[in-house]
């Protein structure tokens, strides 16, 4: 059974700056691409980052490119997201997702995460 667990969610002030994990397991982790998606209350889930199965290539929503950096760790079977000068619209549950053959902007996902809430204060 596969199992996609997040961690590293949590409050921070505006500006500051978090490091999301998640951890996988029940799967060939180097084999899949991986990605965060967010959803914040009221809203779609979005796409925010992608990372293909060797790290080599990223894909970011347009609006984050420059704040956030998605990478993994194969050895790990971890992928993470790095999060800086946090914004308060930047307040979402954040989930991590795995697709062997889809298009994770797409939303062509196989497994998710349950998800780690992120909450930025003004």
């Known amino acids: 059974q596969v199992h996609l667990v997040e961690s590293g969610g949590g409050l921070v002030q505006a500006g500051g700056s978090l490091r999301l994990s998640c951890a996988a397991s029940?799967?060939?982790?180097?084999?899949?691409?991986m990605g965060w998606f967010r959803q914040a209350p009221g809203k779609e889930r979005e796409f925010v980052a992608t990372?293909?199965?060797?790290?080599?290539?990223?894909s970011y929503a347009g609006s984050l490119k420059g704040r956030f950096t998605i990478s993994r760790d194969n050895a790990k079977n971890t992928v993470y997201l790095q999060m800086n000068s946090l914004k308060p619209e930047d307040t979402a549950v954040y989930y991590c997702?795995?697709?062997?053959?889809?298009?994770?902007?797409?939303?062509?996902?196989?497994?998710w995460g349950q998800g780690t809430q992120v909450t930025v204060s003004s």
């Open positions: 029940g799967l060939t982790f180097s084999l899949y691409a």
């Open positions: 997702a795995a697709s062997r053959f889809g298009n994770i902007p797409r939303g062509d996902i196989d497994y």
């Open positions: 990372l293909s199965w060797n790290g080599i290539s990223t």
